[in-house]
C-alpha cells in the first residue's frame, strides 16, 4: 500500500514538448512538495503546498506549473521542455512544515 | 542564507565495523528539525532519523545514531556495525519551512 505515489516512474520525451508527472498520498498529509535531483545527485526544493494553497514557488521557471486539485493529490506540468530538465523529479508529504517528508519513488525524465 | 554542507563526497567502511558521515550547516534559526536521509540505488529516498534542535540528547534508531552538536551547527550520522544493505547515498537535511538537503555522501560497505 504505496504511500506517495508518482506516475510515471520513467519519461522520455524529445525537447518542446509538454508532459505531466502525477502525485498522490495516501497518509492524509496537508503538505505536499516537488523536489528535483539534478545528475550530481543535489536535491532542491520546487514548489510546496500545503492544504492546496502554493507556499513555496523557488526560482522555478515558468514552464513549471503544480497543480493541487485536493490535498493528496500534487501534479506537475511542464511545458515546452528543455534538454536541462533532464532529472528525477520527487513528489514527497509531509503533516506540516516542521515535520519529515515522505518521497514517492521519484521519476525519471529524460529530455532528447 | 540557510545552507547544509557535507564534506564528504565518499565514504567506505567494512562490514560490522562502524563508520561516521559528517554534516554541517548554517542558520540564524533557533529552532528547526535536522534529518539523515537515505537513497539506495532504487532511488528511493528513506528517513534514517531525525533530530529536533531543542532537545539535547542525541537521536538513535537501532544501528544508527546522531551527534549533534547545536553550538557548532554539526550534526553527524554515526552507523554501527555496517552492513551490505546499508550502501547508499546518505543526505542530510534542515528542515523549517522546507527541507533543505546536502550534497550527499556515497557510502560503500565492503564485505
Known amino acids: ?112 | 542564507a540557510q545552507t547544509v554542507t557535507q564534506s564528504q563526497p565518499e565514504m567506505s567502511v567494512q562490514e560490522a565495523e562502524t563508520v561516521t558521515l559528517s554534516c554541517t550547516y548554517d542558520t540564524s534559526e533557533s529552532d528547526y528539525y535536522l534529518f539523515w536521509y537515505k537513497q539506495p540505488p532504487s532511488r528511493q529516498m528513506i528517513l534514517v532519523i531525525r533530530q529536533e534542535a531543542y532537545k539535547q540528547q542525541n537521536a538513535t534508531e537501532n544501528r544508527f545514531s546522531v551527534n549533534f552538536q547545536k553550538a557548532a551547527k554539526s550534526f553527524s550520522l554515526k552507523i554501527s556495525d555496517s552492513q551490505l544493505g546499508d550502501a547508499a547515498m546518505y543526505f542530510c537535511a534542515y528542515n523549517t519551512d522546507k527541507l533543505i538537503f546536502g550534497t550527499g555522501t556515497r557510502l560503500q560497505v565492503f564485505p
Not at chain 1, 492546496?52 to 497543480?67: A, D, G, Q, Y
Open chain 1, 1 to 112: 500500500d504505496t504511500a506517495v505515489s508518482q506516475t510515471p516512474k520513467y519519461l522520455v520525451t524529445q525537447m518542446g514538448n509538454d508532459k505531466s508527472i502525477k502525485c498522490e498520498q495516501n497518509l492524509g498529509h496537508d503538505t505536499m512538495y516537488w523536489y528535483k535531483q539534478d545528475s550530481k545527485k543535489f536535491l532542491k526544493i520546487m514548489f510546496s503546498y500545503n492544504n492546496k494553497e502554493l507556499i513555496i514557488n523557488e526560482t522555478v521557471p515558468n514552464r513549471f506549473s503544480p497543480k493541487s486539485p485536493d490535498k493528496a493529490h500534487l501534479n506537475l506540468h511542464i511545458n515546452s521542455l528543455e534538454l536541462g530538465d533532464s532529472a528525477v523529479y520527487f513528489c514527497a508529504s509531509s503533516t506540516g512544515q516542521w515535520n519529515e517528508a515522505f518521497f514517492g519513488q521519484g521519476t525519471r525524465l529524460t529530455v532528447v
